[in-house]
């Protein structure tokens, strides 16, 4: 999307709070328990014949890590949430909107993400993500990306999720809505494609991994990709393909890539 000189507005629905200690993440409320990075980006972390999107993920992390004060290059410490990575790529033309409806969530987010140290716009609003795709679509730069990546706490959450999207698009016919979600027994594609209207959809592309299709509980995750970017389908396959036998953790493990609504000839 910035391969375009004209602005872009980055709207992120569910930012959390930017920043991940992932030492943190080891000490449960009582007793110490497995961390999970290590079977995800500590897989990728010393690698280096991996295909270029993948090299330009790791070394944006990379970086994050060491200007938070790592001093284990050996391993991840500090993870950068969406919003970081946002922050990192974002142009001077560009314009990030942070929305995290949690109120110490978002202080935090404050903090870590309120003062960029380069030329950032940037604006972080302590409300729900869905209400803020009502109240900033359409953007004055004619071009979004609104990234959806909600915790899927709730009962109603594909259904939020549904109605926000639906909502989004008849303000903005030709945002970009990337939406991540966990692929589990509940929630599926198929799920999805029930509670989303497919007949009034423009060009809607998936992309799965599935680690281990056996796993109680998280399986996998995926992203759909409402009006996705020219060519973007063959970038994706190759991170896929790349992805897959590095993080797989059954030999059943498997991708999915496909067109929930065709792109128009």
Same mark, same amino acid.
């Given at each position: 999307?910035?391969?375009? !000189? ?7 629905? /569910? ?19 497995? =961390? ?26 990379? #970086? ?11 391993? @991840? ?13 974002? %142009?001077? #033309? ?7 409806? /949690? ?17 950032? %716009? +940037? &604006? ?8 803020? +795709? ?5 953007? @004055? ?8 990546? !909600? ?7 594909? &259904? /939020? ?11 903005? =016919? ?8 966990? +692929? ?31 796993? #109680? ?7 759909? +990709? ?8 063959? *970038? ?8 897959? !036998?590095?993080? *797989? ?6 991708? #999915? ?6 792109? *128009?000839?």
């Amino acid at each position: 999307m910035q391969e375009k !000189p004209k602005g872009v507005l980055f709207l992120d629905t /569910h930012a959390g709070r930017g920043t991940y200690d992932l030492r943190i993440a080891t000490k449960g409320d009582s007793l110490a328990r497995k =961390p999970e990075y290590p079977d995800g980006i500590g897989r990728l972390w010393n690698e280096s014949n991996l295909p270029e999107p993948i090299l330009n993920y790791l070394s944006l992390v990379k #970086q994050f890590d060491q200007s938070q004060g790592s001093v284990t290059p050996e391993t @991840p410490v500090y993870y950068p949430g969406s919003p970081q990575f946002f922050i990192q790529l974002a %142009r001077e #033309q560009d314009r990030i909107s942070l929305c995290e409806k /949690h109120p110490e969530e978002c202080e935090a987010l404050k903090i870590n993400c309120g003062r960029p140290s380069k030329n950032t %716009r +940037i &604006s972080i609003q302590a409300i729900d993500g869905y209400t803020g +795709i009502k109240a900033m679509l359409p953007p @004055p730069e004619r071009r979004a990306l609104i990234l959806i990546d !909600p915790p899927y706490e709730l009962e109603n959450e594909v &259904s /939020h999720i549904a109605e926000a999207i639906t909502e989004g698009l008849k303000r903005f =016919p030709s945002g970009v809505f990337a939406l991540w979600y966990p +692929i589990t027994e509940r929630t599926k594609i198929t799920t999805l494609n029930e509670k989303l209207n497919l007949g009034k959809l423009p060009a809607t592309l998936y992309a799965e991994i599935i680690v281990d299709p056996l796993a #109680q509980g998280l399986k996998g995750c995926g992203m759909l +990709i409402i009006n996705p970017p020219w060519k973007f389908e063959s *970038k994706v396959k190759t991170i896929l393909d790349a992805l897959l !036998p590095r993080l *797989k953790r059954s030999p059943s493990g498997s991708t #999915q890539l496909g067109w929930l609504v065709p792109e *128009k000839p």
